[in-house]
């Protein structure tokens, strides 16, 4: 054996995975949207970015990016393309499940974990989890969203910001 040549194992990989993160700053004046869901910030805060900086959104388009392996969401919608101001993050989701499925890849299923020190998200976890759903064409079920505090610690905890990871399989279809 230790004269062979390495050989690259032939396979027909019919899954794929993929991990995307985002981070967007909490500042005045700016609405909060999570899952595009508008949501009341106890202290008036919103999310800062060109687009309407759902992270949420963001880290599940990245993750299904990433599990081509097509880049991120930066390479599709330049945050300094005036096309995107103002976006809604949903649309651009449909956008990259458009380029997955014309690749020839189905969504099994996403899952996200939010990570916010207020306001409290489990009240509208449901309504994220059907709007992301809606447009990824999947059912409700293959849509996890999860949601915890960072106790206080960090860019997170210090209200600075709210951050997101979120993972995706595909099948090959
Ligand atoms: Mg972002």
Redesign the pocket.
């Known amino acids: 054996m230790s004269n062979s040549t390495p050989q690259t194992p032939v396979t027909t990989t019919s899954l794929r995975i993929g991990n995307g993160y ?1 981070i ?1 700053r909490l500042v005045p004046g700016r609405p909060l949207i999570l899952g595009g869901q508008q949501l009341e910030h106890p202290a008036g805060l919103g999310l800062d ?1 060109h ?1 309407d ?1 759902d ?1 949420l959104v ?1 880290a599940i388009m990245d993750a299904l990016l990433g599990a081509l392996s097509l880049g991120d ?1 930066g390479k599709y919608f330049p945050p300094d393309d005036p096309q995107w101001k103002g976006a809604d993050s949903l649309v651009l989701l449909e956008q990259v499940v458009a380029l997955v499925k014309a690749r020839g890849w189905g969504v099994v299923n996403v899952d996200a974990v939010l990570i916010a020190e207020r306001p409290k998200l489990k009240p509208h976890i449901e309504a994220m989890r059907s709007a992301i759903a809606l447009r990824i064409g999947v059912a409700p079920d293959q849509v996890g969203v999860k949601a915890t505090t960072n106790e206080k610690l960090g860019p997170e905890g210090r209200e600075e910001g709210i951050s997101c990871q979120a993972v995706a399989l595909l099948q090959a279809c």
Request: no cysteine.
């Open positions: 985002d967007h970015g687009s900086a992270v963001h969401i």
